[in-house]
T-cell receptor, first 113, second 118 residues
Framework: EPEVTQTPSHQVTQMGQEVILRCVPI?????FYWYRQILGQKVEFLVS????????KSEIFDDQFSVERPDGSNFTLKIRSTKLEDSAMYFC???????????FGQGTRLTVV | AQKVTQAQTEISVVEKEDVTLDCVYE???????LFWYKQPPSGELVFLIR??????QNEISGRYSWNFQKSTSSFNFTITASQVVDSAVYFC???????????????FGKGTKLSVKP
């Protein structure tokens, strides 16, 4: 069964460093998303991406964040200068149509020290 | 504004008990979608069900059933004869229907942690 794949599963980084979280969405999907879940809290929308551009972004997704689809398969989230409060689980998701269910990857646990 | 409320933070039951997880939503959209996702201890988010706002039929899938009531803006989830493997955090979520803008983006509730004890 097709699945969304995220790498790495766990990333530890020092405050102020740049990190890139990687995702391979399901191959025939057209819409891509990043969500964040701070430990023990709810899942929060960060950004949606379609047709090689951002469709919408939340207040969390400030200038420190960027997304890119560098080729036909990868979808990346970059955090330029990480802060302690960026520590969270980051989920990538995709769907083939806006009105269908999104399938989530396993998540990347980012720890900023 | 869209909002999803899961008032039950934690529920603990004994195996074989039935349990209902509550979800109340707020939206001004006439077309919208409701979802339930399961997050087991391993951390991934597993899709369980999607309903659109025009389909109020209840749905049953094995031991799982869902009760959608537009009149009370609720989309409750019942597990019948619970099992230890059902232990997880369950999230209810809402998205606007149609195309463009915020459609497709999921607004999650805070989740209900279900513990099923043997």
């Amino acid at each position: 069964e097709p699945e969304v794949t995220q790498t790495p599963s766990h990333q530890v980084t020092q405050m102020g460093q740049e990190v890139i979280l990687r995702c391979v969405p399901i191959s025939n999907h057209l819409y891509f998303y990043w969500y964040r879940q701070i430990l023990g809290q709810k899942v929060e929308f960060l950004v949606s991406f379609y047709n090689n551009e951002i469709s919408e972004k939340s207040e969390i997704f400030d200038d420190q964040f960027s997304v890119e689809r560098p080729d036909g398969s990868n979808f990346t989230l970059k955090i330029r200068s990480t802060k302690l409060e960026d520590s969270a689980m980051y989920f990538c998701a995709s769907n083939w149509d806006l009105n269908t269910e999104a399938f989530f990857g396993q998540g990347t646990r980012l720890t900023v020290v | 504004a869209q909002k999803v409320t899961q008032a039950q933070t934690e529920i603990s039951v004994v195996e074989k008990e039935d349990v209902t997880l509550d979800c109340v939503y707020e939206t001004r959209d006439t077309t919208y979608y409701l979802f339930w996702y399961k997050q087991p201890p391993s951390g991934e988010l597993v899709f369980l069900i999607r309903r659109n706002s025009f389909d109020e039929q209840n749905e049953i899938s094995g031991r799982y059933s869902w009760n959608f009531q537009k009149s009370t803006s609720s989309f409750n989830f019942t597990i019948t004869a619970s099992q230890v493997v059902d232990s997880a955090v369950y999230f209810c979520a809402l998205s606007a229907g149609g195309y463009g803008g915020s459609q497709g983006n999921l607004i999650f509730g805070k989740g209900t942690k279900l513990s099923v004890k043997p």
